[in-house]
């Protein structure tokens, strides 16, 4: 039974790759260029992630090469949760204003 947990996190992660890569690729095709404030945020997440691996390894914590996902999961997430929920607005507002 093993296996098949292993199997479908594998499975998952994936999927979620190559959903990212496509998201990226039809941005890229639509001449979608992500606003500013997005690579900021992802900067401070990834500083924060860098902040977290280092006070892991400060405190004697023996976690090998887990600390590397603290440091790319952090901005990958917040691309992740940008393209999810924050695209289509964005896309949807692109060249229009908001003053009426």
Known sequence: MDWLIELTRTA?????????????????RVGFKAP????????????????????GHASGAEHGHKAIWLIVGFPVATYFVFGFFGGGHVMADRGQSHER
């Open 36 to 55: 500013m404030y997005l690579h900021v945020i992802a900067f401070a997440s990834g500083c924060i992630g860098v902040l977290l691996a280092y006070m």
């Open 12 to 28: 998952h992660t994936l999927w979620a790759i190559l959903a990212g890569i496509t998201s990226f690729i039809v941005w890229k």
